[in-house]
């Protein structure tokens, strides 16, 4: 134990509590969940040869898929088991598909001491990537989802994550270099026999990015009524990143706009919670209000935001 002491010390005082003190660090037996009239499931991800690996258990009703108990055991770096502790108490009470909507961002805030330090070190970003990646991949077994041929693909030995993974981690932090790649996904961080592939990966990402800078559409300067059903969600994103989305970030959370309907002289936009949001109480009262003022008085006094 004093050796971990020690070892830790290069970490923040939230993400050393996790590591000294998991609260959610072991297993749980068929016992367990019998007494809770659950399901047990478990899953593994990664392998020691890899360097990670984490098995998930849950405690799983089975009249809704609401997971009543969570717990988990892991092998690797000491970080892995902060971000796996926190992440286990935020799937507890979730669904299985909610718990699959955490995101990164919410979950690294989740692990920091204070707004504007980061909770770890950039070389283990990886590790919150690969805890959220681990129920991703749960829970597609829980579902029974079948695979397709990206989330088959294992194209680096030093990462127990799919081609689909790696690919989504790229777009969603926006990487540009191999060494910015490792530190979010441990892709290529010692296995130089797939850097090839994974500098394809970054160069297809580049093309689709500037394809999109060439097709993207400014919010034009007309009023919202006027505007058509893209411009309008380019203007009610615009309005919530000036007003409420940092907030929702720094809890956890994010918002997705899914349609603006027009609804006699109502305008009704479809959104969905991600992330923390999706379970939180404030979702239906006091965020939703916050977000629908937000859209009231920058783009229209007659809109009316609908979750779904």
């Not at 050393?16 to 593994?44: C, D, W």
């Not at 699959?100 to 692990?111: K, N, V, W």
């Not at 994010?254 to 949001?277: F, H, M, P, S």
């Amino acid at each position: 134990m004093e050796e971990l002491i020690d070892f830790k010390s290069d970490y923040g005082i939230k993400v050393a509590m996790f590591i000294g003190e998991p609260k959610h660090a072991g297993v749980i037996t068929e016992q367990e969940s019998e007494a809770l009239a659950a399901r047990r499931f478990t899953y593994s991800y990664g392998d020691e040869a890899i360097g990670e690996e984490i098995t998930l258990y849950w405690a799983v009703n089975p009249e809704d898929d609401t997971i009543v108990l969570a717990r988990y055991t892991y092998f690797g770096t000491p970080s892995l088991i902060a971000a796996c502790d926190m992440l286990t108490l935020l799937c507890k009470n979730k669904t299985v598909q909610e718990a699959t909507t955490m995101t990164y961002q919410g979950l690294e805030r989740f692990l920091r001491d204070n707004p504007s330090t980061p909770a770890l070190p950039e070389c283990e970003q990886y590790v919150i990537t690969l805890a959220l990646d681990a129920v991703k991949e749960a829970a597609r077994d829980y579902y029974k989802d079948a695979p397709g041929p990206d989330e088959l693909t294992y194209p680096c030995k030093d990462t127990p994550m799919s081609l689909a993974s790696i690919k989504e981690s790229i777009k969603l932090h926006d990487i540009q270099d191999l060494k910015t790649l490792a530190h979010y996904t441990k892709a290529g961080y010692k296995d130089s026999m797939c850097q090839e592939t994974l500098s394809e990966l970054l160069i297809v990402h580049q093309k689709v990015q500037e394809e999109e800078r060439e097709i993207a559409t400014e919010v034009p300067a007309i009023p919202f009524r006027e505007m058509d059903t893209k411009q309008k969600i380019l203007a009610i994103d615009k309005a919530i990143d000036g007003s409420v989305r940092d907030f929702l970030i720094m809890d956890g959370g994010n918002i997705e706009i899914l349609d603006v309907k027009e609804n006699g002289n109502q305008i009704d936009v479809y959104v969905r919670y991600l992330g923390a949001c999706s379970g939180c109480a404030s979702s239906s009262t006091g965020t939703l209000f916050a977000i629908e003022n937000a859209l009231k008085e920058q783009l229209d006094d007659q809109i009316r935001v609908i979750p779904i």
